[in-house]
């Protein structure tokens, strides 16, 4: 049972670039969600779905979209990549009958130069 | 204002200290409350949930006063491995999975 697993763990973009960092559960939780976290900032919420198909944006949305086409998984696009968005991101899947018991992943470290 | 404020530290304290971190939220509508701890460049995990009557777990004592807005977390006799940041956690909506996480306040227990 491998939890929630995130990919890469490290990156480096130019400003301008896309990529995706890829989140996927194995638990069959119906929530996840995406957070950055920055200095003296804590965490942000950035998009989340209630279950496949359903997204919704977070506190900080602006820059990033995301899909949910299996329960699985939860990918989060950088559109065009800035230095603002230079960031520690958590993907994070939560159970329906647990709502406050997040389970994270260990992180995606970009740096956007 | 933030949705949920924490002081955040450093506390320094030595083994054995007993330390207390609050919280306060500004939406009296929140039903949910959690503390997390975060140790150095690692993901967040969850440490207890916060209840009404409070709760209990070993070392760890979790306070809600919903009248006030305030959480609290107290740790008893400070170990070296309770080294780390303590996250204060609302559940925003019901059925979203949506938490609102403080900035954290760092602990920093020494030998």
């Known amino acids: 049972n491998a939890g929630v697993t995130q990919t890469p763990k490290f990156q480096v973009l130019k400003t301008g670039q896309s990529m995706t960092l890829q989140c996927a559960q194995d638990?069959?939780?119906?929530?996840m969600s995406w957070y950055r976290q920055d200095p003296g900032m804590g965490l942000r919420l950035i998009h989340y779905s209630v279950g496949a198909g359903i997204t919704d944006q977070g506190e900080v949305p602006n820059g990033y979209n995301v899909s949910r086409s299996t329960t699985e998984d939860f990918p989060l696009r950088l559109l065009s990549a800035a230095p603002s968005q230079t960031s520690v991101y958590f993907c994070?899947?939560?159970?329906?009958?647990?709502?406050?018991?997040?389970?994270f992943g260990q992180g995606t470290r970009l740096t956007v130069v | 204002r933030k949705e949920v404020e924490q002081d955040p530290g450093p506390f320094n304290v030595p083994e054995g200290a007993t330390v207390a971190f609050n919280c306060t939220y500004s939406?009296?509508?929140?039903?949910?409350f959690f503390w997390y701890r975060q140790d150095c460049r690692k993901e967040p995990k969850l440490l207890m949930s916060?209840?009404?009557s409070g709760n209990e777990d070993g070392r760890f004592t979790a306070q809600l006063n919903r009248a006030s807005q305030y959480i609290s977390l107290l740790i008893r006799d400070s170990k070296l491995s309770d080294s780390a940041t303590y996250l204060c956690?609302?559940?925003?909506?019901?059925?979203?999975?949506?938490?609102?996480f403080g900035q954290g306040t760092t602990l920093q227990v020494k030998p």
């Open positions: 638990m069959n939780h119906e929530y």
């Open positions: 916060v209840y009404s």
């Open positions: 994070a899947s939560t159970p329906w009958d647990r709502e406050g018991e997040a389970f």
């Open positions: 956690v609302v559940y925003g909506s019901s059925n979203t999975g949506k938490l609102i």
């Open positions: 939406n009296s509508a929140s039903q949910s």
